[in-house]
């Protein structure tokens, strides 16, 4: 069999059916439970198990009516069925009821295990019969005795039943019969502990004859049925060696009736097999071809409805992955429009000062060209001149450092360019430190060592957004006074950028998230929690790298990986 067995379990206590199946699983069956016959009889109309365990005291139909309605179906007529009871008797009402084995409740687990997989044996071990064979026949028997008394009595018991009997009295003479005509027979019952050979290794013998049967079962060779015959209460060691031997059954030599049910059922079995593969060669291939076709309308519809639950379920995706971009394009103008509120806000500064000297010494300069004017020849005329040129120069320098921060805003309104190109890393770094200039007042030191290769190939962005968002970080890291080195290094095939501090650093707990979106260490209200996660998104779209380690003064040291990109 492929897979593990299965089989149906029809108990009505709780306590025994938990245990039952704690045994049954721990021995590798997959096992499903009823609690009443009607109830499992239901479940037989929408699945068929291997095997079918039942008890006979159950509550409306008992075990014997359950048999009964079992062999009365086409459809589970050939179902294997082990009965459990605790009667005396139970025995004999389960086999003429229809049932295939006993065993009694009381009797050990092993025992049960040993029945079990005997009945999957046989069932796995069925031959195949042709269409349109005799529907009726009698069962054939081969008795296999070293006593001629026991020998004659039990073949005078199974011809009673309307058996047909053969008869051999050593190992050779049971296996040159199999031989000449092992087709023939139905069930062969050997006596285990004969004196005139050795009943295992005969057991095993034929066993081995029956499985070259079922190798040849598509010529038509159908394979029976191996009753051991024991004395009066088997042990349990010599039942395991029995079964292992290839037994089907074990019974004792002291019951004939019960020896004699026994056989009948294994016969009955084998003859209802036998009628069901008659009738599935006349019928079966119209049944498989409805069920196929079922089979593939039910496949057909299934296949339609999980297209068109995949196809919402995409389309429902491709709406929430719309909604998300969206949400995210806003929060990164958001954070971004944020950033540049504030650069705004130091680059006014910036541009406040020199403008503020500049309007004021040009009032200067109106005041002293019209004293001039008013009396050129006076001896102050040249000294007037002279100031109004000193002044003048003092404007000069003031306009040339708006020119510069104007010329550097300009430069950093490339951030939001997608195209790649080769960008000058000294100069995209001098900008970034004249915008945030404000920032560092002569409080920090900025030291540069800039060995790495002076342009890559990469987008504005990455040294504009990324390294300003850093910078900045660092400068409000340090309130009071501290040192931001920028280092830049290139090997084969990477650039990397070392921006570190000598601020407080970030514990190592924290590492992990401090890309995260809205995760900052600020004070509520002074950061977006974005500047770093946009830093990160910018970096991957690079194929890049963007960690942070203790710098070497103590505070935070980010690392910008950058690996060499075609152009």
């Known amino acids: ?150 020998r004659t009595f039990l073949a005078g018991l199974l011809t009673h039943e309307g058996h047909l009997v053969s008869v051999a009295d050593t190992g050779a003479a049971a296996l040159a019969a199999l031989d000449a005509d092992g087709a023939a027979f139905d069930c062969v019952t050997i006596d285990l502990l004969g004196t005139a050979y050795d009943g295992l290794a005969l057991c095993r013998a034929v066993d081995a004859r ?61 003859l209802l097999e036998e009628d069901n593969r008659r009738i599935a060669g006349e019928f079966g291939a119209r049944e498989r071809a ?27 995706l491709a709406t929430a992955n719309r909604k998300l ?21 130091g680059i006014a500064h910036e541009i406040n000062n020199p403008l503020a000297f500049i309007l004021a010494h040009q009032g200067t300069v109106e005041r002293l060209l019209g004293e001039v004017v008013a009396t050129p020849d006076t001896a102050d005329a040249p000294r007037l001149l002279k100031k109004c040129g000193d002044r003048v120069s003092a404007m000069r320098m003031g306009l040339t450092r708006i020119q510069d921060l104007v010329l550097n805003l300009r430069k950093f309104s490339r951030l939001d360019e997608g195209e790649r190109t080769l960008v000058n890393v000294p100069d995209a770094i001098d900008t970034v430190l004249a915008l945030i200039q404000h920032k560092l007042g002569d409080r920090i030191a900025v030291v540069r060592e800039l060995s790495g290769r002076p342009e890559i190939h990469c987008t504005p962005a990455l040294l504009n957004q990324v390294v300003m968002n850093i910078l900045g970080n660092a400068a409000d890291a340090m309130p009071e006074a501290g040192t931001i080195t920028i280092l830049t290094a290139s090997t084969e095939s990477l650039d990397e950028i070392r921006i570190s501090d ?8 924290l590492r992990e998230k401090i890309f995260e979106p809205f995760f900052t260490t600020k004070p509520v209200g002074a950061g977006t929690g974005l500047g770093l996660a ?21 505070g935070a040291c980010f690392v910008i990986g950058i690996p060499r990109q075609t152009r």
């Open 534 to 554: 946009i830093a990160y998104s910018v970096v991957q779209a690079h194929s890049g790298s963007l960690t942070v380690e203790a710098a070497p003064g103590g």
């Open 290 to 316: 409805l069920e196929r076709a079922r089979a593939e309308a039910e496949a057909a519809e299934a296949r339609a409805a999980l297209a068109g639950a995949l196809e919402r379920a995409n389309s429902d």
């Open 1 to 150: 069999m492929t897979g593990p067995a299965s089989l149906l379990l029809v108990e009505d206590s709780e306590t025994q059916a938990l245990e039952l199946r704690l045994l049954l699983e721990s021995h590798g069956f997959s096992v499903e439970r009823c609690a009443t016959a009607e109830a499992a009889l239901d479940h037989l109309n929408t699945r068929l198990p291997d095997l079918v365990v039942a008890d006979h005291h159950l509550p409306g139909m008992n075990g014997d009516e359950f048999a009964r309605q079992l062999r009365l179906s086409l459809r589970t007529r050939a179902l294997p069925l082990l009965m459990l009871t605790g009667a005396r008797d139970g025995e004999r009402q389960g086999l003429e009821s229809g049932a295939d084995a006993y065993v009694a409740k009381s009797a050990d687990r092993d025992i049960l295990i040993l029945r079990i997989r005997a009945l999957l044996r046989e069932r796995q071990g069925g031959g195949s019969e042709a269409p349109g064979a005799s529907g009726f026949r009698r069962g054939r028997v081969l008795v296999v005795d070293g006593s001629a008394t026991y």
């Open 502 to 509: 000598t601020g407080p650093g970030i514990p190592e707990s």
């Open 325 to 345: 971009t969206d949400a995210q394009a806003k929060l990164v103008q958001a954070a971004k429009m944020a950033s540049l509120g504030e650069l705004v806000a």
């Open 210 to 270: 029956r499985a070259a049967d079922i190798a040849a079962r598509e010529a038509g060779a159908p394979t029976f049925h191996v009753v051991g015959i024991s004395g009066s209460t088997p042990a349990k060691d010599f039942l395991v060696a029995a079964f292992a031997a290839g037994a089907d059954d074990v019974v004792s030599k002291v019951d004939g009736d019960v020896l004699v049910m026994r056989v009948r059922s294994l016969v009955r079995r084998k």
